[in-house]
């Protein structure tokens, strides 16, 4: 069951009423595990561009979408291989601020994934 996100703010994203200090990733399963955002660090030096690595993480069989949460001012972007991938995979992402992301999120219907970035 995909869980609800009741909000977020600056270094901190609340989900089912847990307040989360990490980046997240929502599984299609509803299951939250935090961002492997290393997996881009070690390739861009930041967790503000998604890597191709990161995206085969993030990417799971069934998926449709993806909502991306891109941090509060809208700091995260796919790299140019991540995005080819998802286009192959036929996963439409939805890349937005995170406050925006999260209304997505709770809106969304069908095989959904979501990365949440919690800070900038």
């Known amino acids: ?3 609800k996100i009741d909000g977020s703010q600056f270094g901190f994203i609340s989900i089912d009423g847990r307040r989360i200090e990490h980046d ?8 939250v595990t935090k961002r492997k955002k290393k997996l881009s ?10 890597s191709l690595a990161e995206a085969e993480d993030i990417c799971e069989k069934g998926a449709g979408r993806l909502i991306i949460g891109a941090g509060q001012n809208g700091m995260v972007t796919l790299s140019a291989e991540a995005a080819d991938y998802f286009a192959e995979m036929g996963v439409a992402v939805d890349l937005t601020p995170t406050p925006e992301a999260i209304a997505r999120w709770n809106k969304a219907h069908g095989a959904v994934v979501g990365l ?5």
């Open 41 to 50: 660090k070690a390739v861009y030096g930041s967790s503000h561009v998604v």
């Open 24 to 31: 997240v990733l929502i599984r299609l399963s509803g299951e």
């Open 116 to 120: 949440f970035h919690v800070t900038c």
């Open 1 to 3: 069951m995909k869980p």
